[in-house]
Structures are given as structure tokens and as C-alpha cells.
């Protein structure tokens, strides 16, 4: 009978382990599967983007279709303007879950419209993935995407802190709302600056001929 009994509990022993126990609580709905446009230009090495977001690497534009097909641990694999690539949460995630995150990179709405109406010498520096003085926070993010949770645990910081590379570090300093100074290496300053400061002021309409004839803006040619 002693023999029958350890036969016994080896063989439920065996069924336990075989069993897959999951990660996923019964009561924890699934996470949305997101579709939208990228928050801001993304920075990527193959196939792979992380919240680093190393501006010496090559950029996916603000505004690019993406759509979240699958999660898994701290990753989640997703289509951007119908290529796969992978989202990594490398450093933030001890301050923010794998999907927090993705809902940030992931919005609604085209950035591309607010893009549109910017001065055009912020739009030219965010179409470069640098910033310049005076930009919003708005349009920092929309440029270099947002900063590591865990170094800015808080958007209302008196500075953010980004990375050129891995050891390419520049801190963006903020009086209010706008970008006061930027701290750095002279080289990673190079790269990461535009020159000029940014203007608040709306993108000028386009008009056509006769409305700036009626402005005065323009002289209507004469009749022949």
C-alpha cells in the first residue's frame, strides 16, 4: 500500500508540472489591442523601439499608422505603417505598465494636424527630431518622444532628461511651459538643437491671388 501510495503522488506530481499556469489573472481583462498614430517620431534598430528612444538612430515620423496586435513581457509586437516592429519597455517598468505605456505612443488623432499649425521653424525641427528654445512641451514630445518614466517620474519637473545614445545625455530645462535651456555635451547639443528660438505665433493661411489683392499684400497684375 506505501508503494501505491508514492506511485500515487508521483503521478499527480507529473500532471501539476505539465499543467501551464498563466500570468494573466481570471478576473484581468485582456489589454486593448490599440490602433491609431504615433504620438511622435520614434527612433528604432532593426525591428526593435524602446523607451530610450536614442536620437542618434534612424526615426519613424509622428503620425505614422500603428496598430498593437499582441503583449507580452514588457514588449508588445505592432504594425507601424505596415511593417512589424516591437515596443520595449527597457526602463520604465518599475514606474508603468507595458500597456500605460503604449497608450501614450499610441493616440487617436493625427499628430500630423497640430504639426501643420506650428511656425514653421518648430515644424522643421520636429521633421528633424531636434528642439529648439521656446518649444511647448507639446512639441518637445511630439520631437523626441516622451522621457523615461523612471529618471521623470513627473512631467511638471523643472527639467526632463533624454539621451542622444547611451551615454549621450541632454537635459531640457523648462521656465513654465516652454524649453528654456538645454544642457549638454557641445557635440550632443549638435545634434540635438536646432538653432533659433521657437515663435508662438500660427502658421500664416495660404491665400490665393485675389485675397491678396484684397489685403494689399500683393498688386492685381493688369488686365491685357
Request: contains cysteine; charged residues 25%; aromatic residues 10%.
Amino acid at each position: 500500500m506505501k508503494n501505491a501510495g508514492w506511485i500515487l503522488a508521483l503521478a499527480i506530481g507529473g500532471l501539476l508540472v505539465g499543467c501551464k499556469v498563466s500570468d494573466t489573472k481570471p478576473d484581468e481583462p485582456e489589454p486593448a489591442l490599440l490602433s491609431g498614430y504615433t504620438c511622435c517620431n520614434f527612433r528604432y534598430e532593426g525591428d526593435w523601439i524602446n523607451d530610450g528612444n536614442y536620437a542618434q538612430l534612424p526615426m519613424i515620423p509622428a503620425g505614422s499608422p500603428i496598430r498593437v496586435k499582441s503583449y507580452g513581457r514588457y514588449r508588445a509586437h505592432v504594425d507601424i505603417d505596415g511593417k512589424p516592429y516591437r515596443l520595449g519597455l527597457d526602463y520604465g517598468r518599475n514606474s508603468e505598465t507595458t500597456e500605460k505605456w503604449v497608450a501614450k505612443l499610441v493616440t487617436p488623432t493625427d499628430p500630423r494636424v497640430r504639426l501643420a499649425s506650428y511656425p514653421p521653424n518648430v515644424r522643421e525641427a520636429i521633421l528633424a527630431g531636434k528642439i529648439m528654445l521656446g518649444m511647448s512641451k507639446e512639441q518637445v514630445i511630439m520631437s523626441l518622444g516622451y522621457p523615461i518614466t523612471d529618471e521623470n517620474p513627473r512631467l511638471d519637473a523643472p527639467f526632463w532628461k533624454y539621451w542622444w545614445s547611451s551615454f549621450g545625455r541632454y537635459d531640457v530645462y523648462w521656465s513654465g511651459d516652454r524649453v528654456s535651456k538645454v544642457e549638454a555635451h557641445p557635440e550632443t547639443l549638435m545634434y540635438v538643437l536646432a538653432p533659433g528660438h521657437a515663435t508662438t505665433a500660427p502658421a500664416p493661411a495660404k491665400q490665393d491671388a485675389k485675397s491678396r489683392a484684397r489685403s494689399g499684400s500683393e498688386k492685381p497684375s493688369s488686365a491685357k
